[in-house]
């Protein structure tokens, strides 16, 4: 009877829907992942938004450039060892034109435990907590999670 209420309850009241097999189980498209890494980074507008429009078709995923009027393919068909490499050495090439300076310095929503939470939803592998404890600096701190494993899922 399209009640649209009973069928949201159902949903979300479905063991499926908050089943842990499932929680940060889809891989961000190449755009996604692009859009949240320049939120997380905060890095300024004008430095990040034309490394994003150009970064889109390397990934995989050109702006206005769908293979076909189906879109693009979802979830696991963006991780390969060549795509996951270009999302690092996009993560990587970005971070060595960024100023440290114009980036949010530590305080109370810029610290790397706080990019762990809102980000990674405080999950986090151990061989990640291992390289970022290795780290030197905030910012090579934030590269490592911008390229880890854990930021390509949603």
Partial sequence: RYDVKTLMRDVLNSPEFSAPQYYRSLVRSPIEFLVAFARAMEI?????????????????????????????????????????????????????????????????????????????????????TEILNAANDDLTRRMVLAASPEFQLK
């Fill in 44 to 128: 300024p507008t004008a430095t990040i938004t034309p490394r994003l429009a150009a970064a889109g078709t390397p990934l995989g995923m050109g702006l206005f450039d769908m293979p076909d009027v189906g879109g693009w393919p979802s979830n696991g068909a963006w991780i390969s060892s060549a795509s996951v490499l270009a999302r690092v050495n996009f993560v990587v090439q970005t971070f060595a034109t960024i100023n440290p300076a114009t980036l949010q310095q530590p305080g109370p929503r810029g610290t790397v435990r706080d990019f762990i939470g809102r980000y990674l939803e405080d999950t986090i592998s151990p061989s990640t």
